[in-house]
């Protein structure tokens, strides 16, 4: 069964450092994984996903993931934090044929000036 | 480009009432979800339709009923709303299940 785990529930950073946002997933086949950001009281946009291509995945907004299958990682980087990369955060797993995706229970970044 | 519409975008409904919600796409997907997001649990699937005249259970089904009305369309019913049944309610739709998936802006439901 597919499963999603983020590891930190709030994280805050200062502008201009470096955020790290955890994820690790559990999947019985060759998983597509995606991250996707949404600002209060907004939808869902997608930052970036993996389908099986190269590892090191580049999203919008300079953030970026690596697909690490024997640790079953996929943690979203962005080099310099933003005031308005705060937001939540969701890590999304999705078994090819399984149609389903299922959501993390969400990261909540939080940016110090 | 209207990609995914819910309609409505607010609702306060009594306790026992029923209600539609309603939801299109227009980008010719085959596969549609209703989701329902809660403080500190994410999304959680309610139903989900994998092609038209096709629907599934997902993780949270009690309370609720879908129909795929056509390829475009899929609606969510709540027959007798229940407090527990106050949330923000996504739609989404995708092409195939490894691909991404694109939501509607949600509707907020209060059930008093």
């Known amino acids: 069964a597919q499963s999603v785990t983020q590891l930190d529930s709030h994280v805050s950073v200062s502008e201009g450092t470096p955020v790290l946002l955890r994820c690790n997933y559990s999947?019985?086949?060759?998983?597509?994984l995606f991250w996707y950001v949404q600002h209060p009281n907004k939808g869902l946009q997608l930052l970036l996903k993996?389908?099986?291509?190269?590892?090191l995945v580049k999203g919008i907004n300079g953030f970026e993931a690596e697909f690490k299958k024997s640790e079953t990682s996929f943690h979203l980087t962005k080099p310099s934090a933003h005031m308005s990369d705060a937001a939540e955060y969701f890590c999304?797993?999705?078994?090819?044929?399984?149609?389903?995706?299922?959501f993390g229970t969400g990261t909540r970044l939080k940016v110090l000036a | 480009n209207a990609g995914v519409t819910q309609t409505p975008k607010f609702q306060v409904l009594k306790t026992g009432q029923s209600m539609t919600l309603q939801c299109a796409q227009d980008?010719?997907?085959?596969?549609m979800y209703w989701y329902r997001q809660d403080p500190g649990m994410g999304l959680r699937l309610i139903y989900y339709?994998?092609?038209?005249?096709?629907?599934d259970k997902g993780e949270v089904p009690n309370g609720y009923n879908v129909s795929r009305l056509n390829k475009r369309e899929f609606s969510l019913r709540l027959e007798s709303a229940a407090p527990s049944q106050t949330s923000v309610y996504f739609c989404?739709?995708?092409?195939?299940?490894?691909?991404?998936?694109?939501f509607g802006q949600g509707t907020r439901l209060t059930v008093v």
């Open positions: 999304v797993v999705s078994d090819r044929g399984t149609y389903k995706y299922i």
């Open positions: 980008m010719n997907h085959n596969s």
């Open positions: 339709s994998a092609s038209e005249g096709t629907t």
């Open positions: 999947s019985s086949y060759s998983p597509s």
């Open positions: 989404a739709s995708s092409a195939l299940g490894n691909t991404e998936a694109f």
């Open positions: 993996y389908t099986s291509a190269a590892t």
